[in-house]
């Protein structure tokens, strides 16, 4: 079975090795640079074994991506606390979405109402709407990009239309198919980040609904999900654009 990997940063400047990878499922950490091939370097490698592989990486690629700690504990909070941050972030919150369906979601009265008549509700008066529009009206930048299946599921249909919505309040709101998505190397996490300096990732259980929060503030990890959001927001479409190509496949 592959191992399952994670891109963890590079300090190329074009794009080459040399990067990190972590493996999720036994913690090990991939190398990937140039080969070390020349003899005499090799013998003075100790407890260099017959199957073992050298290679050079610059200093900086461990120091900016390896892990700092050896078992990472995670940072819990609670949605109250979660909840602030939309308040207080000073420039910037980004959103990747990428579940089929959200409980908090189906348990909206809107949802019904969409089940219905195939449009969300547009409740821009709501405590969320007015917050963002507070926000974005003070010159700071919020967005968000939703992963779509191909066909899109009920609970995606349903934040397709609400859209709308989200850039009513000044957001960026945009799409991208699940396959581009993959193409692209998005990981399969939801969470936000504020100012370029904290990531909040959401951590759901089997019925989509929203255990706890995980903080991150490492900075090796920050420019990481950093660098997903570059890849997502290039990769992705207007939500109206996004609606349009749907239309257009019938």
């Known amino acids: ?91 910037s919150a980004w959103h990747l979405e990428t579940r089929r369906g959200y409980a908090s979601d189906r348990e909206d009265g809107g949802y019904a109402e969409f089940l219905e008549t195939g449009v969300a509700p547009s409740d821009v008066e709501s405590g969320w709407c007015q917050n963002i529009r507070r926000q974005t009206a003070a010159g700071k930048a919020v967005g968000r990009v939703r992963v779509v299946d191909a066909p899109p599921t009920p609970g995606q249909l349903f934040l397709l239309s609400y859209a709308r919505v989200n850039a009513a309040t000044g957001e960026d709101a945009r799409n991208v198919w699940r396959e581009d998505a993959e193409l692209a190397h998005l990981p399969a996490e939801d969470f936000w980040i504020f100012d370029s300096r904290l990531v909040a990732v959401l951590h759901f259980d089997d019925t989509d609904v929203l255990r706890d929060v995980e903080v991150i503030t490492e900075p090796g990890e920050v420019l990481r999900y950093c660098q997903v959001r570059d890849a997502a927001v290039h990769t992705s479409l207007p939500w109206d654009d996004f609606t349009a190509q749907l239309h257009a496949k019938g």
């Open 1 to 91: 079975m592959a191992r399952r990997l994670r891109f963890n940063g590079t300090d190329s400047k074009n794009g080459a090795c040399p990067a990190l990878h972590d493996d999720l499922d036994s913690g090990e950490i991939i190398v990937q640079g140039t080969p070390l091939t020349d003899s005499q370097d090799l013998a003075q490698l100790q407890h260099f074994g017959p199957q073992d592989v050298a290679v050079v990486v610059p200093r900086e690629l461990l120091v900016n991506h390896g892990p700092k700690e050896g078992d990472r504990v995670p940072k819990l909070i609670g949605l109250e606390e979660f909840g602030k941050l939309f308040e207080h972030f000073e420039h």
